[in-house]
């Protein structure tokens, strides 16, 4: 069955500087991968999507992930981190050619520091 | 905005009562998942319905039935109510085609079992 591990519960970084979120995922199959980001107190949004085509993905709000299946990993990167986006980020794995859940990771909690 | 409501929105019960809650979507999407949403855990998938009456279990389904009658409603139902199922929880819907996997939520049900 397909799997996300996220690596970090929590990640601390000062506004200006770049973010770095890491991924790892387990699937059997060519899987979809997902980042969400969530806002205290707020729904969950869609930042980007890989779906079979373009390795390096670019998402909204500056941020993107590079696609690596040797390293099985999904990181998503920022270059500057703005204080906006202290979020709560999931790493979302989906093997529709398998079967159809999709599957969250347990979330890294962003924290920007002034 | 992809048209998903659910209800309650609130709702707090007492051990042992039985609880549901509805989604309802308007998207006439095949694919519609229930998460629980709990502190440290991120988003776990209870169940999922990818037709009419077709569903089958997520990663933590133990306590919590499903049913859909229809392609616009899913049910959750928890027969017995238990301190430990007090959570928010999301319906969320996903469409087919490059959008794979890519999933619209709800607003979340916030469920209180005292």
């Known amino acids: 069955a397909q799997s996300v591990t996220q690596l970090d519960s929590h990640v601390s970084v000062s506004e200006g500087t770049p973010v770095l979120l890491r991924c790892n995922y387990s699937s059997s199959y060519s899987p979809s991968l997902f980042w969400y980001v969530q806002h205290p107190n707020k729904g969950l949004q869609l930042l980007l999507k890989?779906?079979?085509?373009?390795?390096l993905v670019k998402g909204i709000n500056g941020f993107e992930a590079e696609f690596k299946k040797s390293e099985t990993s999904f990181h998503l990167t920022k270059p500057s981190a703005h204080m906006s986006d202290a979020a709560e980020y999931f790493c979302?794995?989906?093997?529709?050619?398998?079967?159809?859940?999709?599957?969250f990771g347990k979330g890294t909690r962003l924290h920007i520091l002034p | 905005d992809a048209g998903i409501t659910q209800s309650p929105r609130h709702k707090v019960t007492e051990t042992g009562t039985p609880v549901t809650l509805r989604c309802h979507q308007t998207e006439n999407h095949r694919y519609m998942y229930w998460y629980r949403q709990d502190p440290g855990h991120g988003l776990r998938l209870i169940h999922y319905?990818?037709?009419?009456?077709?569903?089958d279990k997520g990663e933590v389904s133990d306590g919590y039935s499903v049913s859909r009658s229809k392609t616009e409603d899913f049910l959750l139902t928890l027969e017995s109510a238990t301190s430990s199922q007090t959570s928010v929880y999301f319906c969320a819907i996903s469409g087919r085609g490059q959008d794979t996997g890519e999933l619209f939520f709800g607003e979340g049900s916030r469920l209180t079992v005292l």
């Open positions: 979302v794995v989906s093997d529709r050619w398998r079967d159809d859940k999709i599957i």
């Open positions: 890989y779906t079979s085509a373009a390795t």
């Open positions: 319905s990818y037709g009419v009456k077709d569903t």
